[in-house]
């Protein structure tokens, strides 16, 4: 496989990583858990084996840590961790000189939908828990869903969403072909997290699909 066949569906660095997607992603992770503050990159590529050199790449010209590394039906996707917002950007750089690419040319994401329910029913509640990762969600509490693509960028709603209101993690899905994100909490703050959550991954710069 060369750097030419390699396509950057998503890559994105968050810095000041926010307490509870943190220790959703230390419950959910593989490798070395992310704490509260750190810095991640995190990355979803095409075709799915691209990750494993580039990851070997990183890891080599930075001391970032390897946390996440899936290859499934059809993309690759890896989170890198470090306290140090330099050496995720020295990995970030690596990648992208090995792909002989810059960060205009990931995929700019898109939301493909947002949800509001208020007072959830507590059969519904119940359902959602049987599969959650994070926060049990509470029947009457109002739940927020956001739903984009590549899935990936669902990392940066969720960080972001946590930082403009008190809300739970319910569940971050960023593998797969749309990235999804859970959150609840009162309706005042959950849509308030939805706000921040859309803004952030539309503000995000890159190639159209």
Request: charged share 20%; hydrophobic share 45%.
């Given at each position: 496989?060369?750097?030419?066949?390699?396509?950057?569906?998503?890559?994105?660095?968050?810095?000041?990583?926010?307490?509870?997607?943190?220790?959703?992603?230390?419950?959910t992770v593989?490798?070395?858990?992310?704490?509260?503050?750190?810095?991640?990159?995190?990355?979803?590529?095409?075709?799915?084996?691209?990750?494993?050199?580039?990851?070997?790449?990183?890891?080599?010209?930075?001391?970032?840590?390897?946390?996440?590394?899936?290859?499934?039906?059809?993309?690759?996707?890896?989170?890198?961790?470090?306290?140090?917002?330099?050496?995720?950007?020295?990995?970030?750089?690596?990648?992208?000189?090995?792909?002989?690419?810059?960060?205009?040319?990931?995929?700019?994401?898109?939301?493909?939908?947002?949800?509001?329910?208020?007072?959830?029913e507590p059969?519904?509640?119940?359902?959602?828990?049987?599969?959650?990762?994070?926060?049990?969600?509470?029947?009457?509490?109002?739940?927020?869903?956001?739903?984009?693509?590549?899935?990936?960028?669902?990392?940066?709603?969720?960080?972001?969403?946590?930082?403009?209101?008190?809300?739970?993690?319910?569940?971050?899905?960023?593998?797969?072909?749309?990235?999804?994100?859970?959150?609840?909490?009162?309706?005042?703050?959950?849509?308030?997290?939805?706000?921040?959550?859309?803004?952030?991954?539309?503000?995000?710069?890159?190639?159209?699909?």
């Amino acid at each position: 496989m060369t750097r030419s066949d390699i396509t950057i569906r998503a890559l994105v660095q968050i810095d000041n990583l926010q307490p509870k997607f943190a220790a959703y992603n230390g419950a959910t992770v593989q490798g070395s858990i992310p704490l509260s503050g750190d810095t991640i990159l995190i990355g979803e590529l095409a075709p799915g084996n691209g990750v494993f050199s580039l990851i070997d790449r990183a890891l080599k010209a930075s001391s970032v840590e390897a946390t996440s590394q899936i290859v499934e039906r059809e993309f690759g996707f890896f989170i890198l961790r470090s306290p140090s917002n330099a050496e995720v950007t020295a990995a970030r750089e690596a990648i992208l000189a090995e792909l002989g690419a810059s960060m205009r040319d990931r995929v700019k994401p898109t939301v493909a939908s947002t949800q509001i329910i208020t007072s959830v029913e507590p059969y519904q509640a119940q359902l959602l828990n049987k599969w959650r990762k994070g926060t049990l969600v509470v029947p009457g509490q109002t739940l927020g869903i956001i739903e984009c693509a590549p899935a990936a960028y669902i990392s940066i709603a969720a960080n972001e969403a946590e930082k403009s209101a008190e809300i739970d993690i319910v569940e971050v899905r960023a593998v797969g072909r749309f990235g999804r994100l859970f959150v609840s909490g009162s309706e005042n703050s959950v849509k308030a997290a939805v706000d921040a959550a859309v803004a952030a991954i539309e503000a995000v710069e890159g190639t159209p699909e």
